[in-house]
């Protein structure tokens, strides 16, 4: 075929896409606020996940994290006017000095041995950077006369220091583990772990000085907080919804990405991102549905809401067992984590208010919520399909792990097994849990591992044609499709069929 015919072939040919459309996923469009709440939030939960074995890789990464955060913290407008300037800048001006001889001791200390910093650490420090470079590009530009620009100034900095002191907490905390776990290890030996009396419990030799480091850091960011985090969060500027179609896009973005990623050859060190971010979608897509019907803008019903949150539960029990399969200092894919953190943003700019989860009466009023509810639903329509795909990833031979954790789960599965012989096995060597190494995964962990992934496919195809089902514009019947296309909406089946493929395909 010529190149003349092959033009006019694409002349008459119906776009897949409206180009306008078309997701970026390789651009990071966050503000500095979402950029700072996305720090508070992984911060959050480091501090739920941390365990001992992570208490070196989390230390080596915590300087960096301070010097990161102190960048932005000196980048915000203002700095240096008003009679408080200096005593505002002081928790963050002993942290960096704290942070600096953390730094000098670690150089010649035998404890922890060098390793990379911790990668969830190391993604906050990676978010403070991006969110240091948009306000050193676009602070003069700010008009910090204003009331309302000096509060949200004053949130800001709170939430910087706040991220700072839920990561001296978990380091701490990752340190007493590691003591502990050294302590519980020694028990029964000819060489038993002596504990510093003059320390917290569980102090050993090799992690006191580092606790009394770690603490002290602590709380010097606690003393900024106290009494003020609250007060200065309820100031924080909340900008209106002026792009009603970014969930829409946000989630088509992500669809796209975590395709990509299990497409490429590091896909098994993403799972527990992309398992935990489709149980996050889920989550929000139950608010936002209810929201939804509230409005009007889709059909009441009772079936929507326990389909989705029993596909979200399956997501997050198939994430907590990838996370058994995956390295502590495993890499993830920066554009998957970049799409991810996008999705998180544009949810909760729609479903929250500065601090907690907004009311559905509020979130009712909100614009693009119609926009929001029909990606919602073409989310859990996809995601069936994505659950597909991930449950075939379960069937890869050589998957390996953390031998302590696999050893866990191994003995967990075998115990919950009502067809086993109730036989102890030794699933997991002990030395090779001494030695933290990385093992394949017995076949308890194996089989477990499946049968979630069966169980999510289950989950997410009830609520894939449960979501079809409602698929409704009011008046009309005729949804208008994020791609631009306009698509009758299908008839809700009798409760127990099954929706033909061709019309959960809305064809």
Same mark, same amino acid.
């Given at each position: 075929?010529?190149?003349?015919?092959?033009?006019?072939?694409?002349?008459?040919?119906?776009?897949?896409?409206?180009?306008?459309?078309?997701?970026?996923?390789?651009?990071?469009?966050?503000?500095? #606020?979402?950029?700072?709440?996305?720090?508070?939030?992984?911060?959050? +939960?480091?501090?739920?996940?941390?365990?001992?074995?992570?208490?070196?890789?989390?230390?080596?990464?915590?300087?960096?994290?301070?010097?990161?955060?102190?960048?932005?913290?000196?980048?915000?407008?203002?700095?240096?006017?008003?009679?408080?300037?200096?005593?505002?800048?002081?928790?963050?001006?002993?942290?960096?000095?704290?942070?600096?001889?953390?730094?000098?001791?670690?150089?010649?200390?035998?404890?922890?041995?060098?390793?990379?910093?911790?990668?969830?650490?190391?993604?906050?420090?990676?978010?403070?950077?991006?969110?240091?470079?948009?306000?050193?590009?676009?602070?003069?530009?700010?008009?910090?006369?204003?009331?309302?620009?000096?509060?949200?100034?004053? !949130?800001?900095?709170?939430?910087?220091?706040?991220?700072?002191?839920?990561?001296?907490?978990?380091?701490?905390?990752?340190?007493?583990?590691?003591?502990?776990?050294?302590?519980?290890?020694?028990?029964?030996?000819? +060489?038993?772990?002596?504990?510093?009396?003059?320390?917290?419990?569980?102090?050993?030799?090799?992690?006191?000085?580092?606790?009394?480091?770690?603490?002290?850091?602590?709380?010097?960011?606690?003393?900024?907080?106290?009494?003020?985090?609250?007060?200065?969060?309820?100031?924080?500027?909340?900008?209106?919804?002026?792009?009603?179609?970014?969930? !829409?896009?946000?989630?088509?973005?992500?669809?796209?990405?975590?395709?990509?990623?299990?497409?490429?050859?590091?896909?098994?060190?993403?799972?527990?991102?992309?398992?935990?971010?489709?149980?996050?979608?889920?989550?929000?897509?139950?608010?936002?549905?209810?929201?939804?019907?509230?409005?009007?803008?889709?059909?009441?019903?009772?079936?929507?809401?326990?389909?989705?949150?029993?596909?979200?539960?399956?997501?997050?029990?198939?994430?907590?067992?990838?996370?058994?399969?995956?390295?502590?200092?495993?890499?993830?894919?920066?554009?998957?984590?970049?799409?991810?953190?996008?999705?998180?943003?544009?949810?909760?700019?729609?479903?929250?208010?500065?601090?907690?989860?907004?009311?559905?009466?509020?979130?009712?009023?909100?614009?693009?919520?119609?926009?929001? !509810?029909?990606?919602?639903?073409?989310?859990?329509?996809?995601?069936?399909?994505?659950?597909?795909?991930?449950?075939?990833?379960?069937?890869?031979?050589?998957?390996?792990?953390?031998?302590?954790?696999?050893?866990?789960?191994?003995?967990?599965?075998?115990?919950?097994?009502?067809?086993?012989?109730?036989?102890?096995?030794?699933?997991?060597?002990?030395?090779?849990?001494?030695?933290?190494?990385?093992?394949?995964?017995?076949?308890?962990?194996?089989?477990?591992?499946?049968?979630?992934?069966?169980?999510?496919?289950?989950?997410?195809?009830?609520?894939?044609?449960?979501?079809?089902?409602?698929?409704?514009?009011?008046?009309?019947?005729?949804?208008?499709?994020?791609?631009?296309? +306009?698509?009758?909406?299908?008839?809700?089946?009798?409760?127990?069929?099954?929706?033909?493929?061709?019309?959960?395909? #809305?064809?």
């Amino acid at each position: 075929m010529d190149a003349d015919r092959l033009r006019d072939f694409a002349d008459v040919d119906d776009a897949l896409f409206d180009a306008t459309e078309v997701p970026l996923t390789t651009r990071d469009i966050r503000t500095v #606020g979402e950029l700072l709440h996305d720090v508070d939030d992984t911060a959050r +939960r480091l501090l739920m996940d941390v365990a001992g074995e992570d208490a070196g890789r989390l230390l080596q990464a915590w300087p960096g994290l301070v010097t990161a955060a102190a960048s932005v913290w000196s980048s915000l407008p203002g700095q240096g006017f008003g009679a408080g300037a200096r005593t505002r800048d002081e928790p963050i001006t002993r942290l960096v000095s704290l942070a600096d001889t953390i730094t000098k001791k670690l150089r010649h200390s035998s404890w922890p041995p060098a390793s990379p910093p911790d990668p969830r650490i190391a993604q906050m420090t990676q978010t403070l950077g991006h969110a240091g470079d948009l306000v050193h590009r676009y602070g003069p530009d700010i008009p910090i006369q204003r009331a309302d620009t000096f509060r949200d100034l004053e !949130a800001a900095r709170a939430r910087i220091i706040h991220a700072l002191y839920l990561s001296a907490h978990a380091v701490g905390v990752s340190l007493h583990q590691h003591g502990h776990n050294l302590y519980a290890e020694a028990l029964g030996t000819d +060489r038993p772990v002596a504990l510093n009396p003059l320390q917290s419990p569980y102090a050993v030799a090799s992690t006191t000085a580092w606790i009394h480091r770690m603490a002290v850091s602590e709380a010097a960011a606690g003393r900024y907080l106290d009494g003020r985090f609250t007060r200065a969060i309820a100031g924080e500027v909340r900008p209106p919804i002026e792009d009603d179609a970014r969930i !829409a896009r946000a989630l088509a973005g992500w669809d796209i990405q975590a395709h990509r990623t299990l497409a490429s050859d590091a896909w098994n060190t993403n799972m527990v991102l992309i398992t935990r971010t489709q149980g996050l979608i889920a989550g929000a897509a139950i608010v936002i549905l209810e929201a939804a019907q509230l409005a009007g803008h889709i059909r009441s019903t009772d079936r929507l809401t326990p389909a989705i949150a029993e596909a979200g539960q399956a997501w997050s029990n198939l994430a907590s067992r990838w996370g058994d399969l995956t390295a502590p200092d495993a890499r993830l894919d920066p554009d998957l984590m970049r799409a991810a953190a996008e999705v998180r943003a544009a949810l909760r700019e729609l479903t929250h208010d500065t601090t907690t989860l907004a009311s559905l009466n509020t979130i009712a009023t909100r614009p693009g919520l119609e926009l929001a !509810a029909t990606a919602a639903l073409h989310a859990h329509e996809s995601a069936s399909e994505l659950a597909y795909v991930i449950a075939d990833k379960a069937e890869a031979p050589n998957l390996t792990g953390p031998a302590r954790e696999l050893s866990i789960r191994a003995h967990n599965e075998a115990e919950a097994d009502l067809t086993s012989p109730g036989e102890d096995v030794v699933w997991v060597s002990p030395d090779d849990i001494r030695a933290r190494r990385i093992v394949p995964a017995p076949q308890p962990v194996i089989d477990g591992l499946r049968r979630a992934s069966l169980s999510t496919v289950h989950a997410c195809t009830t609520a894939a044609s449960v979501c079809v089902a409602h698929y409704k514009a009011p008046h009309t019947g005729v949804l208008q499709h994020a791609s631009g296309a +306009r698509v009758r909406a299908p008839e809700e089946p009798p409760s127990g069929e099954r929706v033909p493929a061709e019309r959960r395909r #809305g064809r």
